[in-house]
């Protein structure tokens, strides 16, 4: 029984996105069946929106009618602050419908809001793409990301505060606390304690957990129908990735800072070239690392689902309706599965890099072994082949 229910979860949740996507036009009429229109519209797709589109469909008098629920619209403008809901732009995404607020107007133009100036009706923009009758305003909205974010945040102190009062009282969870041990007990002793050291794993083996359930549930959440794609957004990944920053650079101890800034052993002319190569990897490339692989797997993901749905329109005159949709089905479903096993690899990589980097800055580095000429005796070859094994 156990084993349909997933099946039919699955084959529901692959059959909900293609309707999605073939009944979403985002500013177009009718289905997206050509190859602009379904370039256009992953690349809508991928990008943050101030509302839930599900899917678009026409009645038999022609009006096109829209599936999907608002979300509330906070701005600053030259107003003050101003609030509606995200439905009085009645899913225009192209400029057109303005809104009109505590006497300023609103238009939404590629997911972006301008306050239009006094008479303005439309959008202008020079030469450089900057627009010359309106202004961007500073926008507060409860956007598709952040509402995942907060679904998720939610979810995840319900989840755990119940583990935590079962271990307070019992030894052995139950319910669903019995999902959540296993990979509790996974991140402590696979990612935190082999990366971090027995003496100190504990004192960040709480923001490893958090930052690794966080990612992988919003990877999961991702693969759903409503068109999350949190961490496809790289201001996302980029907080993360400076999270993790202010935590090793703060926690770094004398030994890590001796090491970056003025290298022991190496030629002293040698040593502020190799200080300014440490300053840059830690302070950039380490944390690049971390946003740039999250976000770009992520989006990657989503942009090979998207387009292998997309085989149904784009090849229908070459190989039928019935040859393009079964293998787009067939290919959607695989890499659905794929994208399953990645939601949780890209989780176990970030937290993963996250704990050695930490780990780096808190080590305790060894200073028995000095130069012989200090009078201590220089470990000989197979002691230096031993602790290098």
Not at 100 to 118: M, P, R, T, W
Not at 129 to 134: D, M
Not at 294 to 305: E, K, M, Q, R, S
Request: aromatic share 12%; glycine share 6%.
């Amino acid at each position: 029984m156990k084993k349909v229910l997933k099946t039919l979860v699955l084959v529901f949740t692959v059959c909900f996105s293609l309707q999605s996507f073939a009944f979403s036009d985002e500013g177009q009429e009718g289905a997206v069946d050509t190859k602009a229109e379904v370039d256009a519209y992953i690349a809508h797709h991928i990008k943050d929106a101030h509302d839930f589109h599900l899917f678009s469909y026409t009645t038999d008098s022609g009006e096109r009618k829209h599936v999907g629920f608002p979300l509330p619209v906070i701005l600053w403008s030259s107003k003050g602050l101003v609030t509606f809901m995200s439905s009085q732009f009645h899913h225009d995404d192209d400029g057109k419908v303005i809104v009109e607020k505590n006497g300023a107007n609103f238009v939404k133009l590629h997911s972006k809001i301008y306050e239009l100036d006094a008479g303005a009706e439309s959008v202008i923009f020079d030469e450089e793409h900057h627009a010359t009758n309106a202004h961007k305003v500073l926008d507060f909205s409860i956007t598709k990301s952040v509402m995942g974010i907060l679904l998720v945040g939610l979810f995840m102190l319900i989840a755990f505060s119940s583990l935590a009062r079962q271990y307070a009282k019992k030894q052995v969870p139950t319910g669903f606390g019995r999902i959540l041990e296993p990979l509790v007990i996974y991140v402590r002793d696979e990612i935190a304690k082999p990366n971090i050291g027995e003496k100190k794993y504990r004192k960040f083996t709480g923001y490893l957990l958090t930052v690794f359930f966080f990612v992988w549930i919003l990877n999961l959440l991702g693969l759903t129908p409503f068109g999350f794609n949190v961490t496809g957004q790289v201001a996302i990944t980029a907080a993360l990735a400076i999270f993790t920053l202010i935590i090793y650079t703060f926690s770094g101890n004398k030994d890590y800072w001796m090491h970056m800034l003025w290298m022991p052993g190496v030629p002293v002319l040698i040593r502020p070239v190799l200080a300014i190569i440490e300053l840059a990897g830690a302070f950039l490339i380490k944390p690049f690392s971390l946003l740039v692989r999250l976000f770009a797997n992520i989006t990657a993901g989503h942009i090979v689902f998207m387009s292998l749905i997309a085989i149904m329109f784009v090849l229908r005159e070459s190989l039928g309706t019935a040859g393009a949709t079964g293998l787009s089905l067939i290919l959607s479903i695989l890499i659905f599965l794929i994208e399953i096993l990645v939601a949780f690899l890209q989780a176990y990589i970030f937290t993963m890099l996250s704990a050695l980097f930490i780990g780096m800055a808190v080590a305790e580095h060894d200073h028995e072994h000095e130069h012989e000429a200090n009078g201590h005796d220089v470990p000989d070859a197979e002691d230096v082949r031993a602790d290098f094994i």
